[in-house]
């Protein structure tokens, strides 16, 4: 009973956290909010584990959410991606470089621990990689949080002061029809199903990803045409908020204290290249710099694909350059470190 209370009690910061900000007129209030605030709570030590079924729960609804938004307009304008997909896997490599030499030349970084630092997102495959190679995996995972979490807490107002951010309320689905009791039911349990299937594959972020799909191809068909209640996006909002800001925990303060400058002069400098990127696809696929702007950022896969929707952004392309960046990393990334440490190894001797 006190450990259901504890959850109960973290939720509750986490969704009041949201309110708070929502009631500020801050941009994507549910998900930075309560980001913030679980991130706070975590300090404590009241905090407890986050359990995988109520993580599963809310990538399984916004994944849901998401796909709402994948209707037969948006798969046709899907013809003008190629070039800035092109332009995506350029940005990946100079994001990676750029920050990995801020790491090496100017905090003293080994190479493959900056590189591990650096991948821009794809943070489950990164610290996978970082274990199995016996990197420094606090170090990594500390750059790889302090850069989704300023992400997440920052770009929403920088989108919004850019003139991006159409619909708001876009993920909540306000203003539009909310889908039947069966084509729900449909949604989340063929997405819940579906995204089982891919992690037995062992799938990055399968729940999210078998939403997604469902719920995709449901309205890409008009199978369904309603949106998940706004009720229920919005806690499963506050949910991915918690989920995101629990990745901060177990990590000692004075590794957090040294690792913390090389994190943000890694952003800064990653997020740099991100923005010049940026601006060259906005012009090449003609989206808006806003659009452009979430797709190249370099965060997670769930987190920006969420963020687009939230800034009522273009989700396809978004999820598109988000979806490409992150299977290229986990195919690439294992083979560039072993590389790497290995000429470490030989230079040793």
């Not at 629990?246 to 740099?272: D, H």
């Not at 992150?326 to 000429?343: A, C, K």
Request: proline share 5%; charged share 10%; hydrophobic share 60%.
């Amino acid at each position: 009973m006190h450990l259901i209370l504890a959850h109960v009690a973290q939720i509750l910061i986490a969704g009041l956290g949201g309110l708070v900000f929502y009631w500020l007129g801050v941009p994507a209030a549910w998900l930075s909010g309560s980001a913030i605030a679980a991130a706070l709570w975590g300090l404590s030590s009241f905090a407890v584990p986050m359990p995988r079924a109520l993580a599963d729960a809310a990538m399984l609804v916004s994944g849901a959410a998401m796909g709402a938004a994948v209707t037969p307009a948006a798969i046709d304008a899907m013809g003008r991606y190629p070039g800035s997909l092109m332009l995506l896997v350029i940005g990946v490599f100079a994001i990676s470089l750029t920050s990995s030499l801020w790491l090496t030349r100017i905090s003293g970084w080994h190479k493959a621990d900056a590189l591990l630092a650096s991948v821009p997102g794809a943070l489950s495959t990164v610290l996978a990689v970082a274990a199995d190679r016996k990197a420094d995996v606090p170090s990594v995972a500390i750059v790889q949080n302090v850069r989704l979490f300023v992400l997440i807490a920052l770009l929403p107002s920088v989108v919004v002061a850019t003139g991006g951010g159409g619909n708001m309320n876009a993920l909540i689905g306000q203003g539009m029809p909310v889908e039947s009791p069966g084509g729900m039911a449909f949604i989340l349990i063929g997405g819940l199903a579906l995204g089982l299937v891919f992690k037995k594959l062992k799938v990055a972020a399968p729940i999210l990803l078998g939403a997604t799909i469902v719920s995709s191809v449901s309205h890409g068909t008009e199978f369904v045409t309603g949106v998940i209640p706004p009720v229920l996006a919005t806690g499963g909002l506050v949910l991915i908020g918690l989920f995101i800001a629990e990745r901060f925990r177990n990590i000692q303060r004075s590794t957090l204290r040294r690792a913390l400058v090389a994190a943000l002069g890694s952003f800064s400098v990653g997020m740099g290249v991100a923005v010049i990127f940026a601006a060259l696809a906005a012009w090449l696929a003609g989206v808006s710099f806003a659009n452009s702007l979430v797709a190249f950022a370099p965060g997670g896969l769930e987190a920006m694909t969420v963020l687009a929707l939230i800034l009522g952004l273009d989700p396809l392309y978004v999820g598109i350059h988000h979806l490409v960046r992150f299977l290229g990393i986990g195919l690439v990334l294992p083979f560039i470190v072993g590389w790497l440490q290995r000429g470490k190894l030989a230079d040793a001797e």
